[in-house]
């Protein structure tokens, strides 16, 4: 299973970034896919997921209302578009896949090796 993400960069604050990851290796059906964040010296913490079959999405508190995570099946791709991003929101982003509670970096099987977003001016 190999799960790609990309699309990280920098931005300036107020701007907009859209993250790919890519997976690949098996069938994700009952699978969860899931974005994290890990800021220098903090502990990696969810951002959002979103349930392969279903759709079915949830976000952290902090991204509610700014960012989107969605899925292309076909081409086996999940997506999180970020607007209005912070200096807060700095971070390696990693994508990840799992099938038990996607709250929790526990509930994930597989993950891939992150991509850096810099929010800065």
């Known amino acids: 299973v190999q799960l790609q993400a990309s699309g990280g960069g920098l931005v300036q604050p107020g701007g907009s970034l859209r993250l790919s990851c890519t997976a690949s290796g098996r069938s994700f059906s009952g699978f969860v896919m899931g974005w994290f964040r890990q800021a220098p010296g903090q502990e990696r913490e969810f951002v959002a997921s979103i349930w392969w079959s279903s759709g079915m999405y949830d976000y952290s508190e902090s991204a509610k209302g700014r960012f989107a995570i969605s899925r292309d099946r076909d081409k086996s791709t999940v997506y999180l578009q970020m607007n209005s991003l912070r200096s807060e929101d700095t971070a390696v982003y990693y994508c990840?896949?799992?099938?038990?509670?996607?709250?929790?970096?526990?509930?994930?099987?597989?993950w891939g090796p992150g991509t850096q977003v810099t929010v800065s001016s």
């Open positions: 990840a896949s799992g099938r038990n509670s996607p709250f929790s970096q526990d509930g994930y099987d597989y």
